[in-house]
C-alpha cells in the first residue's frame, strides 16, 4: 500500500522558516518525479516546487530563492526547505509521487500557518 505523509507543518512568523518532510512506503521513491503542491480554500492546488528522478527542480515563481527541494532516496523522503515565510504562503501543502500520466499519488496535507 502506497502512503505519502506529510510533515513538519505549523504556526511560524512571516520571515521564518518551516522545513516540510514526505515520507514515502509501499513504493521505490527514486523511480518517481516529486512534488509540492499547496492549496488554500476556494482555489486550485498549485505546484510549489517539483524535483525529477534526476534532481534537476522546478519552483513556482511565488517561491524562487526562498523554497527549496531535495530527495533522498535512500530515506524515500523529500524535503521542502521554506525561508523568508509570508502570509500568503499560508496554505495546505501536499507531496506528490508520479510515476507517470496514470499513476500518481497524494500525502494528506499539512497545514503551513504564516503569521502577519
Known amino acids: 500500500q502506497v502512503q505519502l505523509v506529510e510533515s513538519g507543518g505549523g504556526l511560524v512568523q512571516a520571515g521564518g522558516s518551516l522545513r516540510l518532510s514526505c515520507s514515502a512506503s509501499?513504493?521505490?521513491?527514486?523511480?518517481?518525479?516529486m512534488g509540492w503542491y499547496r492549496q488554500v480554500p476556494g482555489k486550485q492546488r498549485e505546484l510549489v516546487a517539483g524535483i525529477t528522478r534526476g534532481g534537476n527542480t522546478n519552483y513556482a515563481d511565488s517561491v524562487k530563492g526562498r523554497f527549496t527541494i531535495s530527495r533522498d532516496n535512500a530515506k524515500k523522503t523529500v524535503y521542502l526547505q521554506m525561508n523568508s515565510l509570508k502570509p500568503e504562503d499560508t496554505a495546505v501543502y501536499y507531496c506528490n509521487a508520479k510515476l507517470n500520466a496514470i499513476v500518481s499519488h497524494w500525502g494528506q496535507g499539512t497545514q503551513v500557518t504564516v503569521s502577519a
Open positions: 509501499g513504493i521505490i521513491l527514486s523511480i518517481y518525479e
